[in-house]
């Protein structure tokens, strides 16, 4: 089978790989950056923000749309 792959399909096969692991390692990348970035709670803050946001869908807690800050 390998004896009918000419020197430009093997380059073109490796180009095509090496575009397709890029891509994949950019947007690997560029996800873990915006996580960085807006994954800012962990653990116990995560929770206690869960609770607080079932709070407020429930009506126990409304927040307060005219504060001055």
Known sequence: MFE???VA???MGVAV??????TFYEI???QKK????F???DGADAAIFDQLDEMVRTGLLTPDHGAAV
């Open 9 to 11: 399909d093997v380059v």
């Open 39 to 41: 994954y800012v709670l």
């Open 34 to 37: 915006l996580r960085d970035v």
């Open 17 to 22: 790989a090496v575009v397709v692991a890029y």
């Open 28 to 30: 690997d990348r560029r």
């Open 4 to 6: 009918r792959w000419s």
